[in-house]
């Protein structure tokens, strides 16, 4: 990697995730001779959510006909498994079950099916506990979807993979280099970093958890600000991984933007139970008790986190429960797996950072958002299935920066 950032440039992409490094890549290929150049602010690639996430390929079913989510995830899951292949970065399209227990899940998942039929999910199907039992011997439900097309990935060897491209094609990644004001002008736009500055004529922000710091520094609403949400895992004992085939997932809250906690067998072959979603007070609190003034600070005063903690204060006292205490966490997803025991699990040092973004009314934006400013596209929502949608959502993304004047 490059260790130095240009004076100058054609396109300046900040944030080397997944979703950064996937648009420079996409501009690179689209416009052979650019010089397109991605500023990171960590001594690496995938160091924050990109890193940090269940690795789950996503098929595109919980996502609401017609939006960005549902039209992005279903064509980028595609467009992951013939890149993984290309590539030769190990993809498991092992499938996965949606499990309802109880009586009063079965409209929310009949919702879910509907959708997942509107999206053009590949094999969606109702199966019944009888073939719930086949697919997955250890998991219990009244009823289930099952989705051959769901699958896993070390998204941090996707974004490598990316990144070579990117490179081999004449890109430029510089890392070490934070961004912290962006100036446009007539023809261009300056962005002001630890390395000194940079001229782009165009530039793309893909920050993820620090993304509406950089949209407001170029002029933008502060509207949605990013929350986080910290999502920590445990792991089953080798000696019980046998518990889990694939991924068991529950029924979601249709309130929230997650998934709800699952078990999931990663590519590794190693088997996580999570991610939780607790509100914490750093937008990098890898450590349940790490906190940043400024982070915390700005979320409390966001209209939109009051609003949003008046609504979901009991949600939030269950997710404190399950970050604190093993037992409640093991009793959750025992809903499903009713033979898992405290015992079978063993802490994972872990966890992820999820950057949420909460609108001032206090929703929790479920879609992906990207907006623009004057010479600049930012992503300002791109949570889960941004990984998997990343190569479509390169495009969407390419298309915008290039309709930008
Ligand atoms: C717990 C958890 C589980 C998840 N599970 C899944 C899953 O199974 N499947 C799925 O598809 N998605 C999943 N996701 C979501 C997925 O990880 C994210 O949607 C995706 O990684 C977002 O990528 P990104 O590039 O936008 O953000 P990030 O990976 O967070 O990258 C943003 C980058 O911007 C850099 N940056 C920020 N500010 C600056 C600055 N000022 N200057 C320079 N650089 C800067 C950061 O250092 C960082 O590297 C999960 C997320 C979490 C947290």
Not at 73 to 80: D, F, S, W, Y
Not at 177 to 202: D, F, P, Y
Not at 377 to 395: D, F, K, Q, Y
Request: hydrophobic fraction near 40%.
């Amino acid at each position: 990697m490059n260790v130095t950032a240009p004076s100058g440039c054609d396109i300046c992409v900040v944030g080397g995730g997944i979703v950064g490094v996937a648009a420079a890549r996409e501009l690179e290929l689209r416009h052979p001779g650019a010089e397109v150049v991605v500023l990171e602010r960590e001594h690496g690639l995938a160091i924050h959510q990109s890193g940090h996430s269940s690795g789950v390929i996503h098929a595109g079913i919980y996502y609401a006909p017609g939006s960005l989510k549902a039209r992005l995830c279903v064509e980028g899951a595609r467009r992951l498994y013939d890149y993984c292949a290309e590539r030769g970065v190990a993809a498991r399209k092992d499938g996965k079950v949606i499990v309802a227990t109880r009586e009063g899940e079965l409209p929310r998942l009949d919702e879910l099916e509907r959708r997942g039929v509107a999206n053009a999910v590949p094999g969606l199907r109702r199966i019944d506990p009888g073939e719930l039992r086949e697919i997955e011997p250890h998991a219990s439900g009244i009823a289930a979807l099952h989705s051959p097309a769901t699958g896993v990935v070390d998204f941090r060897a996707v974004t490598g993979a990316m990144a070579d491209d990117l490179t081999a094609a004449g890109g430029k990644i510089v890392t070490g280099c934070e961004v912290h004001a962006l100036t446009a002008q007539a023809s261009s736009i300056t962005l002001e970093h630890s390395a000194g500055r940079t001229e782009a004529a165009k530039a793309v922000l893909c920050a993820g958890p620090w993304a509406d710091r950089l949209a407001v520094a170029a002029g933008a609403d502060p509207d949605p600000r990013v929350v986080p949400f910290r999502g920590a895992y445990l792991r089953l004992k080798p000696e019980r991984a046998e518990l889990v085939r694939a991924n068991i997932y529950p029924v979601p809250d249709p309130d929230l933007p997650f998934l709800g906690m699952h078990l999931t067998r990663d590519p590794s072959g190693a088997v996580l139970l999570g991610p939780t979603a607790l509100f914490v007070g750093a937008r990098d609190a890898y450590r349940l008790r790490r906190v940043v003034p400024r982070d915390l600070v700005e979320s409390l005063l966001w209209p939109g986190t009051r609003r949003m903690i008046r609504r979901f204060w009991r949600t939030g006292i269950v997710e404190l429960r399950h970050a604190v205490s093993i037992g409640s966490f093991v009793e959750e997803c025992r809903r499903y797996v009713p033979e898992l025991r405290r015992e079978d699990v063993e802490r994972s040092s872990f966890a992820g950072v999820r950057a949420q973004a909460i609108a001032r009314d206090g929703s929790l934006i479920d879609d992906f958002v990207v907006s623009e400013t004057e010479r600049a596209v930012h992503v300002r929502n791109a949570p889960s299935p941004a990984a998997t949608s990343s190569l479509a959502l390169a495009e969407l993304i390419a298309d915008r920066l290039d309709a930008v004047s």
